[in-house]
């Protein structure tokens, strides 16, 4: 179904999506995994808060629909590995914003401006952060010693007394946060994981299994502690470009001398000198310098890039060869990678439509558990003749398997792990309900000029004709065309090298082609209209001609007063990478599709050259527009490649927008669904291809979450399941999802 893309809502920030997510925690993790993630400096308008204890995709969605409610909220962004939410709202509005937070049970802290400026990258750390590993391992050896003393003490009181001690120093040290977060949320009527880990550890231990109460919350709390880091490996693998822009740089001063100087005090238009092998640490023109520059972080192009004076340098890109000199255009915050950056970390906080039903089934699974445990505790006593400590004992494990973890878990971790990979790839998805919807594409509409040809007129055959010398006949036209602006001529003069002779009295001839004296003789080098009106055509001229003319090329004549002297054959020549892409796309079961406004003939040969079938030519930007309707009623799901400003009205009809070649204009960054930071067309196939693999590895995950689970419901009902082995269900399920989920950031692609 076609979408109607509001690019100021779809891609400026996610949170302009609310979905109304039901009051469900996903795996919430262990306030100990704070990791260090620098924190960009504030834009207009925002507010910079760390809530410790939203470590979690669940408590996230908590806190969005606090807010939701709230007038003059522009955009939330959330940074679940830093534990920091930005607010852009008028400053009148943060106070009834904070009030929602505490209100949904966090205590939002402000994060001093200063510690969000320059390069130390600042953290203060809650005092949850302090005690990490070394604490878990300590709340452990009390467990095991706990359990040692069950064993293997004696049944005395002072015995049970001293293992219960040691349980209780073992669950305070693994799950004072869980306990903490989980007594809120049972003040508040919400079942989530800490709520259903306090009271089955409050129970076990009250019922007298304190040794297996302390092993469980501190399993446990490792376990969280371990799926956090993971989890923050996948949400901040973009993260690592951030350390690819050099922290200083070389900058001409006003005297001309040279002098390292901050990246982040360098003004626009400052002169900047790069090194061979050195980093880039500023967009910026050439000025001075011939290079090859390595754009894989950006592009993910392995080849690098040959670079002169006028084209552009991106930062985090190395110089490899040459010394650079470069104008800046683009301050430190405001790089191309800085936005790429924060546009995937942006598409990183939108929910993907498999997320939000899972989200959805969840709400309902959770309380329905929680129902079945009570069920377990209170019926099967006088229906099947447990004793209340066994049914009691059952419907704690219940409680713990009952953790939607794994389930909610499974959805974020993949979707994340396919944009970060796709963005190392120069593949930059706007969000993950674009990178769902890409692998339904059933035809894909391509333009002719610039993406699939290189967009610039080249001379690729031309003959002296009727005897005349070759080397006169070069001379001659190269001197000529060298004089004309026209795409054509500059074509011919570019492709006819050696010496020129002067031009006396050149005309440009409108819409016909061009006259002038060289060495002498009056020339024309023009269209075949022009030799028709002078007489000088003839049927083997013409029958050369139309062979050129049906592979899509332009010729031209050269002529003196009294014969044609040669021809020459230009045309906008296809990329070498078009065919295999086309065959991609048709390998994938992608029908591609030409849209161009060129005549029908020169794209039809184009066409004919990279493999696509369907061609339609002659089309202005509103044809376009009907094009892809049709498409979309001929073939289904339908993208569109284009650059995101001529081709808008047909951009917004396609299912998919692709905007080619981002990483040379700044607009791209922001249109499309799609951005191709180069102009591979093979990255549009490629985008396909990693949506798949990442809807594969999310429908794994849910399986494996949801099967996991059924076994040991089954097998605490009627079985022997412990608590050990709840445990282990539902954070080994967890653990398992969230390194399938991985799998997709050292996924290799098959392009």
């Known amino acids: 179904m076609p979408h109607a893309h509001d690019h100021t809502q779809a891609h400026s920030s996610p949170e302009k999506h609310p979905h109304a997510h039901k009051d469900v925690d996903s795996c919430c993790h262990a306030a100990d995994a704070v990791t260090d993630i620098p924190v960009a400096p504030l834009a207009k308008g925002e507010h910079l808060f760390r809530i410790a204890a939203m470590d979690c995709s669940a408590e996230e969605s908590e806190i969005r629909q606090a807010l939701e409610s709230i007038t003059g909220i522009r955009s939330l962004g959330f940074q679940l590995g830093a534990r920091t939410l930005r607010i852009n709202a008028p400053t009148e509005v943060i106070p009834q914003a904070l009030a929602a937070i505490r209100k949904a049970g966090f205590d939002p802290q402000p994060v001093p401006v200063a510690a969000t400026e320059g390069d130390d990258h600042s953290h203060s750390h809650s005092h949850t952060d302090s005690g990490g590993l070394p604490r878990l391992v300590v709340a452990l050896v009390f467990a095991i010693a706990a359990e040692t003393l ?28 869980t306990y903490q977060k989980g007594l809120s949320a049972l ?48 949400r901040n693998a973009i993260q690592g470009l951030v350390a690819l822009t050099p922290d200083t740089v070389d900058m001409q001063q006003a005297d001309g001398n040279w002098a390292a100087t901050s990246a982040t005090a360098v003004p626009l238009q400052a002169t900047v000198r790069v090194r061979p092998g050195e980093r880039i640490a500023l967009d910026g023109t050439i000025s001075k310098g011939h290079s090859a520059v390595n754009q894989a972080s950006v592009t993910g192009e392995s080849i690098p890039v040959e670079k002169a004076p006028g084209d552009p340098v991106f930062a985090g890109t190395i110089n490899e060869t040459g010394e650079l000199e470069f104008q800046v255009t683009a301050a430190a915050s405001d790089t191309l990678l800085a936005r790429i950056i924060h546009a995937v970390e942006e598409a990183q906080g939108t929910r993907a439509p498999t997320q939000r039903i899972v ?26 003749g447990w004793t209340w400590l066994a049914a009691l004992y059952k419907a704690l494990v219940l409680l713990v398997i009952a953790c939607p973890c794994a389930l909610v878990i499974s959805t974020p971790v993949t979707v994340v792990s396919g944009l970060a990979f796709a963005a190392r790839r120069g593949i930059l998805i706007k969000g993950g309900t674009y990178l769902e919807q890409a692998r339904l594409l059933k035809a894909v509409a391509l333009d002719k000029t610039g993406t699939l040809t290189e967009g610039k007129p080249q001379l690729v055959a031309w003959q002296a004709w009727d005897g005349a010398d070759e080397a006169t006949v070069r ?14 001529s500059k074509a011919i003069a570019a492709g006819l090298t050696g010496d020129v002779a002067s031009v006396e009295g050149f ?66 020549t296809v990329k070498p990478s078009s065919q295999q892409a086309v065959a991609h796309l048709l390998r994938l079961g992608v029908t591609p599709v030409m849209l161009t406004g060129d005549n029908t003939a020169t794209a039809r040969a184009v066409a004919a050259e990279v493999g696509i079938t369907d061609v339609r030519g002659n089309l202005l930007p509103e044809d376009k527009l009907q094009a892809i309707q049709d498409m979309q009623q001929r073939y289904g799901a339908t993208g569109m490649s284009g650059d995101g400003i001529n081709d808008a009205p047909a951009l ?18 922001e249109a499309a669904d799609v951005v191709i930071m180069n102009d591979d067309l093979g990255r549009i196939a490629e985008t396909i291809e990693i949506s798949r693999r990442t809807h594969s590895v999310l429908w794994q995950n849910i399986s494996l979450a949801l099967g996991i689970k059924a076994v040991f419901l089954v097998l605490a009902v009627f079985g022997n399941a412990s608590m050990w082995m709840a445990v282990f269900a539902d954070m080994g399920a967890s653990l398992l999802v969230v390194a399938n989920g991985l799998r997709l950031l050292r996924t290799r692609s098959g392009s």
């Open 359 to 384: 989200d959805r089934f969840a709400a309902i699974y959770t309380p329905a558990v929680f129902v079945m445990a009570l069920a377990v505790a209170l019926l099967t006593p006088p229906l099947l």
């Open 507 to 572: 005309t440009a001839l409108a819409g016909r082609g061009t006259e002038g004296v060289v060495d002498g003789q009056r020339l024309v080098l023009g269209k075949h209209q022009l030799i028709e009106e002078r007489k000088q055509c003839s049927p083997a001229l013409e029958a050369t001609m139309a062979e050129h003319e049906a592979l899509g090329r332009t010729v031209s004549l050269l002529a003196n007063e009294q014969a044609v002297l040669g021809w020459f054959a230009v045309a906008d």
């Open 150 to 177: 069950s064993f293997l003490a004696p049944e005395t009181l002072a015995w049970k007394l001293a293992g219960m001690a040691l349980a209780g120093v073992a669950i305070w040290l693994a799950g004072i946060s």
């Open 652 to 669: 917004a009809q396609a299912d998919i927008g692709f905007a080619m070649g981002g990483a040379g204009t700044d607009i791209a960054v």
């Open 475 to 488: 001379r001659l036209a190269a001197s000529l065309a060298g004089r004309s602006d026209h795409p054509v």
């Open 187 to 234: 003040l508040r009527g919400k079942l989530n994981i800490n709520a259903l880990m306090t009271v089955a550890v409050t129970g076990a231990f009250v019922i007298g299994q304190w040794p297996e109460a302390a092993m469980v919350m501190a399993l446990y709390a490792i376990a969280e502690l371990i799926e956090a880091r993971a989890v923050d490996r996948a």
